[in-house]
C-alpha cells in the first residue's frame, strides 16, 4: 500500500492531479531489475479492496474520471477489480491484506502482516513507513518497544519514485 501511495503522492505532486494508489508502483517494485537479477523473492502487501472493491479504494480507480481503464474493470454490483494486480495475486506475488470492518485489527493489518512476514523469514522491508504506531503490539512477538525499532531500523529500507525525469519543467 506505502508503495502505491509514493507514486501517486509523485504523480499528483509533479502534475497537480488527484491523488490516489497506482498499480504501477507495485509493479514497477515487483519487477526492480536488480531484484529480478538477482533472483529474489519480492511479495508485496496490498488491501483487499486495493485489488477488488469499491472504486473509491480500488489501486487506479479513484473514481470514473480517473480510473484506468486499461487495468480497472466493473464486476458487477458496485465492485471493481484492478485486472493486472488481480493476476499478480493468481501469480502468488501480490498477498491481499483484509483489513475491512470485520479484521481483528482493522486498518493495522497490513503492517502487521508484513512486519510478521519478515519476521518469520529474515526478509527485507521496502517500505517508507517506520512502524512506529506498532511498537507497543505484544502480538508481534517482540519483547519491547524498543525491539520492534531495532528490526524496523535494521530490515526495512526506504523507497522513491522520480516522475517524468527529464521532462522540461519550461514547458
Known amino acids: 500500500?506505502?508503495?502505491?501511495?509514493s507514486l501517486g503522492t509523485s504523480v499528483r505532486s509533479r502534475f497537480k492531479c488527484r491523488q490516489f494508489p497506482l498499480s504501477a508502483g507495485v509493479v514497477h517494485a515487483l519487477e526492480?531489475?536488480?531484484?529480478?537479477?538477482?533472483?529474489?523473492?519480492?511479495?508485496?502487501?496490498?488491501p483487499k479492496e486495493y485489488v477488488v472493491g469499491g472504486l473509491q479504494t480500488l489501486c487506479d480507480g479513484g473514481g470514473r474520471a480517473t480510473l484506468n481503464?486499461?487495468?480497472?474493470?466493473?464486476?458487477?454490483?458496485?465492485?471493481?477489480?484492478?485486472?493486472?494486480?488481480?493476476?499478480?495475486v493468481d501469480q502468488g506475488k501480490i498477498t491481499m491484506v483484509d483489513r475491512g470492518s470485520g479484521s481483528v485489527n482493522g486498518r493495522a493489518s497490513d503492517d502487521l502482516?508484513?512486519?510478521?512476514?519478515?519476521?518469520?523469514?529474515?526478509a527485507w522491508i521496502c517500505s517508507n513507513d517506520q512502524f512506529r504506531d506498532h511498537r507497543r503490539n505484544r502480538g508481534l512477538g517482540f519483547s519491547g518497544a524498543r525491539d520492534l525499532k531495532a528490526f524496523a531500523r535494521a530490515r526495512r529500507f526506504e523507497h522513491a519514485f522520480?516522475?517524468?525525469?527529464?521532462?522540461?519543467d519550461h514547458l
Open 32 to 46: 526492480y531489475e536488480p531484484w529480478v537479477v538477482k533472483n529474489f523473492e519480492v511479495v508485496a502487501f496490498l
Open 162 to 168: 522520480r516522475v517524468a525525469p527529464g521532462l522540461d
Open 113 to 122: 502482516t508484513i512486519i510478521e512476514y519478515a519476521k518469520e523469514r529474515d
Open 1 to 5: 500500500a506505502n508503495i502505491a501511495w
Open 69 to 88: 481503464a486499461e487495468c480497472v474493470q466493473y464486476i458487477g454490483k458496485g465492485v471493481w477489480v484492478n485486472t493486472r494486480l488481480m493476476d499478480l
